[in-house]
């Protein structure tokens, strides 16, 4: 019996007018994590009370481990923290690889959550140095935030526009100015709708996070909960990333896909060339420093930051990432224009 052709499946999933088809370029599940990507022991430039530990103590502490489909990393929530220590081990991971413009679909299950917690998935120039090259943050919040807060940071002379016309989303901008050195580092940013990030988000099965990037596009995320599968509401290439990496194509993030939460549109106030090259990613997890430290004392969380780190273990039991699959698509040059060719008889 002959498989289902995957290529007009696709096909049938892809919106009529596509101005952009992509390939495949990296699918990172279960144990690839472990050997494509470097593992960070560096102090932590945010100034956490966290440290960062290597693979080898990650996987010896049970820090982290991989299945066939499924990839965690967590901080340590067994120990009091040692006097004269950097702070509680957590782990900072960094991809090997790099990708410029990029559609990027993320399969979370779960992500970290609770008091001092300051969690991210982002991206950074892979030649910098820092903000040259630009910072996405794809993920990013604090303590017991509720919505994720997506956000550039980069050299000066990028700035947004307000929401209107030339930038409608579904979410709320929070900051416009994009450039590094303005307001300590607060960047441009746009709070993501309910279900988005930490506790809400690990409550209802975790989600899809998608991001497009490049110079016609600018930069554009969406977000689905599990929640919404149910109502199949999630476009069948995130919900189902193997089938396009069967066929080596994705369909553009377009109208079909609905509203994005987050629009970045560059131009003349925000170069894309001048502001955005080549990216390596990061998954990481500290706490307290120099956000979640200093919201902590109105974040309704209990006692100092430091002494929940250092003394309270039993804290941090749901501060992990919990990663079912990343693929990474990249443009094709020329995206085809005639029909698929026919599937293979034999």
């Known amino acids: 019996m002959r498989p289902a052709p995957v290529l007009p499946l696709l096909a049938a999933l892809a919106p009529a007018a596509r101005a952009q088809l992509y390939t495949l370029a990296d699918a990172y599940v279960g144990a690839s994590f472990l ?16 440290n960062y530990v290597d693979l080898a103590t990650a ?15 967590r901080a340590d929530s067994t120990r009091v923290v040692a006097n004269g220590t950097r702070g509680r081990d957590s782990v900072r991971i960094l991809s090997d690889r790099a990708y410029a413009d990029s559609l990027l679909v993320l399969d979370l299950q779960h992500m970290p959550q609770g008091c001092a917690t ?6 950074l120039s ?33 700035t947004m526009p307000a929401p209107g016309p030339a930038r409608t989303m579904t979410g709320t901008a929070t900051s416009t100015i994009c450039d ?35 110079p016609t596009t ?26 396009a990496a069967a066929a080596g194509l994705t369909p553009d993030g ?46 309704g969380c209990p006692g100092t930051c430091t002494d929940l780190v250092n003394n309270h273990p039993e804290a941090f039991t749901e501060a992990y990432w919990e990663v079912n699959g990343l693929y990474i698509y990249t443009p094709l040059e020329e995206p085809p224009t005639g029909p698929y060719p026919p599937y293979p008889s034999s």
């Open 35 to 50: 050997s494509t990507w470097s593992w960070q022991t560096i102090a932590d430039p945010t100034h956490g009370a966290v």
């Open 59 to 73: 996987v010896a502490h049970n820090l982290t481990y991989a299945t066939p489909d499924k990839f965690v990393m």
């Open 118 to 123: 300051w969690s991210a998935f982002w991206s």
């Open 126 to 158: 892979q030649t910098g140095p820092w903000p040259a090259g630009g910072e996405i943050d794809v993920i990013e919040g604090v303590n017991l935030q509720t919505g994720n807060l997506m956000s550039l940071h980069t050299s000066p002379n990028c």
């Open 180 to 214: 590094a050195d303005h307001a300590d580092n607060e960047g441009c940013g746009v709070a993501g709708p309910a279900l988005s990030y930490a506790a809400d988000f690990n409550a209802a099965g975790g989600g899809w996070f998608a991001v497009q990037r490049g």
């Open 218 to 243: 600018g930069i554009r995320a969406w977000f689905w909960s599990r929640q919404d599968a149910a109502a199949a509401a999630v476009p069948a290439a995130v919900r189902f990333p193997l089938v």
């Open 254 to 299: 377009d109208a079909a896909w609905g509203e994005p939460y987050a629009v970045f549109p560059t131009g003349a106030a925000c170069g894309y060339a001048e502001h955005f090259d080549a990216h390596q990613f990061v998954f990481d997890l500290t706490f307290c420093g120099d956000w979640a430290g200093n919201a902590y004392p109105s974040s």
